[in-house]
């Protein structure tokens, strides 16, 4: 296993690095360590239809009826069809010091790297995703089990035996493609949240970007889950392993964050009140 896992990364980066830049490439991936879960968040909300804009409006202006209406509600960024939700903040100066560090990561580190990583066809580039899909599926089988979602778990089970033999070791997504069972997204967050566990403050992390209290100790024990993480490796092979997964996914995105920068009157609020909207209607699913 440790072998194919080294293999995959190998190969990766030998088609997206030129020959003799590898250590530059290790090192690089290592400070990635996590893609900024900013433009992440932004996209899964977008996709959830929590966090819609019109184009050529901004996220705070309100449409139709409701311009007639006073507009007050700083948190409130999103368009008057969504619930606002009112999410403690108590650290929102750390806050906003990590999101200003995130930010200028996303876009002087992390997104050149996953744009020249775009050289690579985006099939493979699928294929590379698909594949740390298929290892993070213990995580989501037990969240799902936790949560007596039973059906998600046989789904996930379902998924892991048809990918990892059909798909290739799960390069494929033939589970999907020919069996209709989609991914089904399941952390300790949400579980948590499942049983009654409020989200707590909100809080923004360096590199890993926005989470709040809640799923903060969910992503260390969903680490902890995660059977990869007993697979003996070396430190600089883990993280090579992390930065090139969170790279992939991040070159797959279609510059979503730089379109949320263009349309928020502020960025901050507008992530922050996505997020929350977008973790709550993951639990409530």
Known sequence: MRHYVILVLFATLVGVFPAGKVGAAEDRAAAVVESPAVAEAVVSAADAGAAETVPGQTAG???????????????????????????????????????????????????????????????????????????????????????????????????????????????????????DLDRKDEDLGQTFGRYGVGSGFYIVWPVLGPSNARDTVGMVGDFFMDPLHYVEMKPAERLGLTGLEKETDLSLDKDTYESVKQE??????????????????????
């Open 61 to 179: 202006e309100p449409q139709g009826e409701a311009a007639d209406e006073d507009f007050v509600d700083e948190e409130d960024f999103t368009n008057g069809d969504i619930e606002t939700l009112h999410i403690a903040d108590p650290i929102e100066p750390f806050n906003r010091g990590m999101f200003w560090l995130n930010d200028k990561l996303y876009f002087y580190l992390f997104k050149p790297i996953a744009r020249g990583y775009r050289v690579v066809p985006e099939p493979a580039r699928k294929s590379v995703s698909n594949f740390f899909s298929n290892l993070g599926t213990p995580v989501r089988f037990a969240n799902a089990l936790l949560q007596f979602k039973l059906a998600d778990a046989g789904s996930e089970l379902g998924r892991l035996v048809i990918n990892s033999t059909l798909g290739i070791g799960g390069l494929f997504d033939p589970a999907k493609a020919w069996f």
């Open 264 to 285: 928020a009157l502020d960025t901050y609020l507008y992530v922050r009140n996505a997020y929350e909207q977008y973790r709550d209607g993951k639990i409530k699913k």
